[in-house]
């Protein structure tokens, strides 16, 4: 499960279940695991209040969620208009395991 998009759709069922005490092995077992990739996604469109691609200098490019473990990476991505697209990717700096940088590269 891990990298299709539903650790936090599952994590908040985990959160209900233990608050109801309704036990499940599945989301415990879900929960357990180590989520090496953490993405998010910061919407800007909600409103189409403004037309981005016509004025990209209105774009605020931040916010979202970082890495969960100190071997893997948080990433966050913005796309605001058409043709623009905005992404960051965090990681823990003393790891020798990971590297922002060349994760980046491989996206490119």
Avoid: A
């Amino acid at each position: 499960m891990i990298g299709l998009g539903i650790d936090r759709h599952l994590f908040c069922l985990y959160v209900v279940s233990r608050g109801k005490n309704i036990p499940s092995k599945f989301l415990e077992s879900v929960v357990s695991e180590s989520w090496k990739l953490s993405t998010s996604q910061t919407p800007t469109q909600q409103t189409g209040r403004i037309d981005y691609n016509n004025n990209p200098d209105r774009i605020s490019p931040g916010g979202g969620f970082g890495f969960v473990i100190k071997d893997g990476y948080g990433v966050f991505y913005i796309i605001p208009g058409d043709n623009i697209l905005y992404f960051y990717v965090l990681s823990f700096h003393s790891s020798s395991r990971i590297n922002s940088r060349r994760f980046v590269k491989n996206i490119k």
